[in-house]
Nanobody, 122 residues
Framework: QLQLVESGGGLVQPGGSLRLSCKAS?????IGWFRQALGKERVGLSC????????AYADSVKGRFTISRDHASNTVFLQMNNLKPEDTGRYYC??????????????????WGQGTQVTVSS
């Protein structure tokens, strides 16, 4: 079974940057990044296909976040630039049901990691 481990979160001021990592035991399926703020639902932010050829972003992060993957290390990255306070939350990566990204419904993803906290505050 695929195992995912997130890292790279921290405290950053508005306008700053962070790079999150999602370390996987193996890559065969799409990987999505999600954020869950305190008291909020888990929201999909980005997804990359199993082969890395297709990348998708939610409107809230387009132009600011970039998803990528390194097959040699089985790692998916989320580069986050121009961070805003509303980006605050716990970030998770998860495996999609297929090689391609089918959407951002959390119920369609499995093998969730424990997440990494991102706090954007002045």
């Amino acid at each position: 079974q695929l195992q995912l481990v997130e890292s790279g979160g921290g405290l950053v001021q508005p306008g700053g940057s962070l790079r999150l990592s999602c370390k996987a035991s193996e890559f065969n399926y799409a990987i999505g990044w999600f954020r869950q703020a305190l008291g909020k639902e888990r929201v999909g932010l980005s997804c990359i296909s199993g082969g890395g050829g297709t990348r998708a972003y939610a409107d809230s992060v387009k132009g600011r976040f970039t998803i990528s993957r390194d097959h040699a290390s089985n790692t998916v990255f989320l580069q986050m630039n121009n961070l805003k306070p509303e980006d605050t939350g716990r970030y998770y990566c998860a495996r999609g049901a297929y090689e391609f990204c089918s959407g951002y419904d959390p119920h369609e993803y499995t093998n969730w990691g424990q997440g990494t906290q991102v706090t954007v505050s002045s």
